[in-house]
């Protein structure tokens, strides 16, 4: 089993930045890819950004140029900082990652983007 936790989220302003933090623990051997979900109110979860062990990256093409994933793979660590948040970006953020092909997920923070 891996544990995820989040922490970081909040409440901002439009324009304004916030950075998450996910840490990755148990069975963490054979992690691949680490990751961003979010969700936000009557809508799908959908992907926001990945990192694999590489270094290697995907984002949404909603963030791109916006928001920045980084991973510290000896700490197990995966980093989402978000610049120039705008409302729609509001949503639920989970952390995920993926491991022996079980998809693990945190318990999710809250961001929220006021205008």
């Known amino acids: 089993q891996v544990q995820l936790k989040e922490s970081g989220g909040g409440l901002v302003q439009a324009g304004g930045s916030l950075s998450l933090s996910c840490v990755a623990s148990?069975?963490?051997?054979?992690?691949?890819?680490m990751g961003w979900h979010r969700q936000a109110p009557g809508k799908q979860r959908e992907l926001v950004a990945i990192?694999?062990?590489?270094?290697?990256?995907n984002y949404a093409d909603s963030v791109k140029g916006r928001f920045t994933i980084s991973r510290d793979n000896a700490k197990n660590l995966v980093s989402l900082q978000m610049n120039s948040l705008k409302p729609e970006d509001t949503a639920v953020y989970y952390c995920?990652?993926?491991?022996?092909?079980?998809?693990?997920w945190g318990q999710g923070t809250q961001v929220t983007v006021s205008s």
């Open positions: 990192i694999f062990v590489g270094g290697s990256t």
């Open positions: 995920t990652t993926v491991r022996l092909g079980v998809r693990f």
């Open positions: 148990g069975s963490t051997f054979g992690i691949a890819a």
